[in-house]
């Protein structure tokens, strides 16, 4: 039994947007591979996670979580939400600086990236919708 040719993914290097996301989603389904997903708290892994995606040829999602995302901005930038208009700040600004940082490089990588915000619970929402107001 012979494998199935897999076609060749028509895709741009770098994040890719939302349609480009589906196209990259369907065509794994197609052949049935999967596509790994990194959650990174760092330029540092994040640029590891980009070599070895290079290195393999293959597509990867990157993706961050509250904790991760502050974690990405440093610990002293306060996250506790005293003040409501603040609440999970540094995990917005990591969120955010790791999204910039991934969409500067990610393009000289040579490879399709999808960028994840991990799933939060109802309680975290606060740092979605901050992500929202800053874009």
């Given amino acids: 039994m012979s494998e199935a040719k897999v076609e060749p993914l028509d895709l741009p290097t770098g994040v890719l947007t939302g349609d480009e996301t589906r196209k990259l989603f369907l065509h794994a389904q197609k052949y049935g591979y999967a596509i790994p ?8 892994t994040i640029n590891c996670v980009l070599e070895a995606a ?15 995302a502050w974690f990405y901005a440093g610990k002293g930038v306060r996250n506790d ?4 208009k603040k609440t999970l ?4 600004l990591g969120a955010v600086a790791a999204a910039m940082h ?4 990610s393009k000289f990588y040579g490879v399709p990236v999808v960028m994840h ?9 606060p740092w979605f919708d901050g992500m929202l107001d800053v874009s």
Avoid: M, W, Y
Wanted: charged content about 25%; some cysteine.
């Fill in 89 to 92: 700040e540094g995990s917005v």
């Fill in 37 to 44: 997903a990194f959650n990174c708290t760092s330029s540092s």
């Fill in 54 to 68: 290079r290195d393999s040829k293959s597509p990867i999602i990157i993706q961050v979580s509250t904790s991760g």
């Fill in 102 to 105: 991934v969409r500067t490089v």
């Fill in 117 to 125: 915000s991990d799933h939060c619970a109802k309680k975290l929402l």
């Fill in 81 to 84: 939400g005293k003040d409501k």
